[in-house]
């Protein structure tokens, strides 16, 4: 056979295409293990900074340990979830929000008429977490997501230990626009939520992300988020998805415990 026979060209090239599929293959088994781990400590890094614990050049899983307790939280009893019903699907440290919202023991499907932030099913549990100084709550960290434009988002919202103020808020995973929806990722943006009013004296949900920007000389403006310019369903997922959470349907019963004296467990 000559060296420019077809057969050889295309046995070169299988060897090529095997060589290089083995190698790609190889590659992502490989680094699979460390995505999983930069994708945890991303998770953690947006815990921090929704509880304004984050600092650039800080060892992340060190502050988060020191600093944070993670606990499971039924969001229909708002009570701490015992221990004794974790297993090998549902545990704090392996604990998945889009897992188990479609497992079908522990989650729940929500009904169109309250389902605001587009999610379809929730889970049954929560995994919240304290930020707490000498035992006492300073903040709580709540998972949220909800739907956008062209995504679901899953973010944190952190609220203060007078149960009604934000302490900030982060997002860790969307697929919004870069430069319009993807700007729930600008710093400035994000800051903007910090020492705004989420709940009132009563604590009904106050809390809103305004289709333009707040006018901060009328009366309101504690209790408003501008919108994103140009991108009005993102912005509108994330005051949906952020009502979603804060209030009856989510966090809501947790919250009222906290505010009455405490869960079985925390306080
Ligand atoms: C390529 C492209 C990407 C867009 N991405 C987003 C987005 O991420 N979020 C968003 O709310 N709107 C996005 N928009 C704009 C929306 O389609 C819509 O025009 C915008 O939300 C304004 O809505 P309104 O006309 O009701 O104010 C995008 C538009 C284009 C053409």
Redesign the pocket.
Same mark, same amino acid.
């Given at each position: 056979m000559s060296d420019d026979s077809i057969g050889k060209t295309l046995g070169v090239a299988l060897a090529v295409c095997i060589v290089c599929s083995v190698l790609v293959s190889t590659a992502a088994v490989k680094l699979s293990s460390i995505q999983e781990h930069n994708k945890k400590v991303d998770k953690i890094k947006n815990i921090l900074q929704a509880g304004a614990l984050y600092q650039d050049g800080m060892d992340v899983v060190k502050t988060y340990e020191e600093k944070i307790e993670p606990v499971m939280i039924d969001l229909e009893t708002g009570e701490q979830v015992a221990e004794d019903i974790f297993n090998e699907e549902l545990s704090i440290e392996t604990f998945d929000i889009k897992t188990i919202s479609e497992h079908a023991e522990y989650s729940v499907r929500i009904s169109q008429k309250n389902d605001i932030a587009g999610i379809k099913r929730r889970p049954k549990y929560m995994v919240i977490y304290f930020v707490k100084t000498a035992g006492e709550i300073e903040k709580i960290i709540f998972p949220i997501y909800g739907k @956008?434009?062209?995504s679901t988002l899953y973010g944190f919202v952190a609220i203060s230990n007078d149960f009604k103020t934000v302490e900030g808020l982060t997002f860790y995973e969307h697929g919004?626009?870069p430069g319009?929806? @993807?700007e729930v990722d600008n710093p400035k943006w994000k800051a903007s939520w910090k020492g705004k009013q989420a709940f009132d004296k009563n604590y009904e949900l106050i809390l809103t992300v305004l289709k333009g920007a707040v006018d901060p000389s009328k009366p309101g403006a504690e209790h408003q988020i501008d919108g994103l310019a @140009?991108?009005?369903?993102?912005?509108r997922g994330v005051d949906n998805l952020v009502k979603y959470w804060l209030q009856d349907q989510g966090y809501g019963a947790f919250l009222a415990k906290l505010r009455s004296g405490g869960t079985n467990e925390q306080i």
């Open positions: @956008g434009l062209w919004e626009t319009l929806g @993807g @140009g991108s009005t369903i993102t912005t």
